[in-house]
């Protein structure tokens, strides 16, 4: 997952469209999956990917099969403890079912929304919802928890940390 969407809504590169997701550190507030036992994620800037990428397509050894690249590897509790004590204040934070999110029922009083160009304006809301089942199912299943062959393979990358990227964005008050 891209560190820059945790900036929302300051825009971090003019090649990235700002998405809102399940963390909302400028309202302070976050969906979680209520019956979630592990929520783990690999969260890189965009700068840090498109520099790894480039490094790998000049690299002239063997390609791993696999090819992981981690910035952070962090909970999304950790995260948030990191968010708030960075924007001075608590998250609300609102649990919602898979099974639930699984039959197109969302819980939440707010839901993301996923405005890219590429989105139709009258399905923004139907794709916000089916993008955040998605995501939040897919977070529990693991599918944010990425190795990190190339970081190996590269070694000596010096990634962004989650602390001094939301702190470069949110400031150290967090009223920015």
Do not use: C
């Not at 550190?25 to 036992?37: E, F, K, Y």
């Not at 839901?111 to 993008?131: A, L, N, Y």
């Not at 000596?156 to 009223?175: A, C, D, H, M, T």
């Amino acid at each position: 997952m891209l560190l820059d969407y945790l900036a929302n809504p300051h825009k971090t590169s003019p090649h990235l469209t700002q998405l809102e997701i399940n963390i909302d550190i400028q309202n302070r507030r976050a969906i979680l999956l209520s019956d979630s036992p592990d929520d783990t994620m690999v969260w890189t800037s965009l700068h840090d990917l498109a520099s790894i990428v480039t490094q790998a397509i000049g690299y002239e050894g063997e390609w791993p099969v696999n090819g992981g690249i981690t910035g952070n590897r962090i909970s999304t509790a950790e995260l948030i403890t990191l968010a708030e004590k960075i924007r001075g204040g608590k998250f609300n934070i609102e649990k919602v079912r898979a099974e639930d999110l699984k039959k197109g029922v969302v819980t939440s009083s707010w839901v993301p929304m996923v405005r890219h160009p590429s989105v139709p304006r009258e399905e923004v809301e139907g794709m916000s919802r089916m993008f955040l089942e998605g995501f939040l199912v897919g977070v529990a299943a693991g599918a944010y928890r990425v190795g990190d062959e190339w970081n190996r393979l590269l070694g000596g990358y010096k990634f962004l940390g989650v602390e001094e990227f939301l702190r470069g964005v949110w400031g150290e008050g967090g009223n920015e």
